[in-house]
């Protein structure tokens, strides 16, 4: 037990996964599963804000090569990586994976990869902040390429359109990219990724009629004085994995822009109603998509490899 209630989601996993396979690491690993739950379970306690960092972090890794766990490698001299890639930037909680892998290598050395313990820690950071406890297929294998320039990210002020082109060019569909952007109902952003909503919004003066004018008021305090300042862009329940976040962007109250226009537009609109008034029904579907993003273009079999470090790529023989 995670120490939260929660639902157990089941379902079958799609064929797309076939090379993946729930516990692939009985018999060679069978502790590998408990082993990242605990690290990730002390984690939480001291800091319950890791699972908007995990999310973010496997996010920013499928998008980019796929799950490999490209986004851990640490710039070399003659090298640099994905992590000094603009949108890689504020993206935390690599100590952490750290000390899940430091773990794994003490109990049974360079057999657990680095994308799968990301793709762990992202599961049980989820159910641990009360979201749905499912099941993810493992046997991921490290990438062995990690490039700055790979790195192309929709940002927040993106459009509904403009968002889904990125998510359709990784096989997700828009009911699975308003599902995934649920995520938000963890995370939060610096004043700077959307102080443009609170007073110019795009070039008028003024700031976006979007925006319910009584949270402007009270970005405005935070965010005035101090554009690198953080807020939570579910501002009730900001811990806990629920549906709230699409009641608040109902009322108006979506931080980011992209996030205000899924209950607009009118492509996402109905999506977003359901999810607002049927929590179960959000967290089923999270689930799936988050085992179908987990999927994305993987290594398996004798492709790329096993790293010590998952900071590293592994010496040359």
Do not use: W
């Not at 640490?74 to 909680?93: C, L």
């Not at 790195?151 to 060019?169: D, E």
């Amino acid at each position: 037990n995670l120490g939260h209630s929660y639902s157990l989601f089941l379902f079958v996993i799609p064929p797309v996964l076939a090379n993946l396979q729930v516990d692939f690491y009985k018999s060679t690993c069978p502790q590998a599963e408990s082993i990242v739950q605990q690290v990730v379970k002390n984690e939480f306690s001291r800091d319950p804000s890791i699972t908007a960092a995990f999310l973010r972090m496997h996010f920013h890794d499928c998008f980019v090569r796929g799950c490999g766990a490209s986004i851990l490698i640490d710039s070399a001299k003659k090298n640099s990586s994905e992590k000094i890639a603009s949108p890689n930037q504020t993206v935390r909680g690599y100590e952490v994976i750290d000390k899940a892998k430091k773990s794994l290598e003490d109990t049974c050395s360079t057999t657990v990869s680095c994308a799968d313990i990301i793709t762990l820690a992202a599961r049980d950071a989820i159910a641990l902040a009360g979201g749905p406890n499912y099941t993810v297929p493992t046997g991921r294998r490290d990438g062995l390429v990690s490039n700055p320039d790979d790195v192309n990210l929709p940002g927040p002020g993106i459009s509904v359109s403009g968002a889904l082109q990125f998510f359709k060019a990784k096989g997700i569909d828009l009911n699975e990219m308003v599902t995934l952007l649920g995520a938000h109902t963890v995370g939060f952003a610096r004043c700077f990724f959307f102080s443009n909503r609170l007073s110019n919004f795009r070039g008028s003066g003024v700031p976006d009629p979007s925006m319910d004018p009584t949270l402007v008021a009270k970005l405005n305090k935070t965010c005035a004085p101090n554009v690198s300042a953080t807020v939570f862009l579910d501002h009730n329940t900001f811990f806990s994995f629920d549906n709230k976040f699409y009641n608040q962007i109902l009322l108006k109250r979506g931080i980011l822009q992209l996030d205000q226009e899924l209950a607009l537009d009118n492509s996402t609109a109905s999506t977003v109603s359901g999810f607002a008034s049927n929590g179960i029904r959000f967290q089923n579907n999270f689930a799936k998509a988050m085992v179908k993003l987990g999927s994305i273009e993987v290594l398996v079999g004798k492709a790329g490899e096993i790293r010590n470090n998952c900071r590293v790529f592994n010496p040359a023989n």
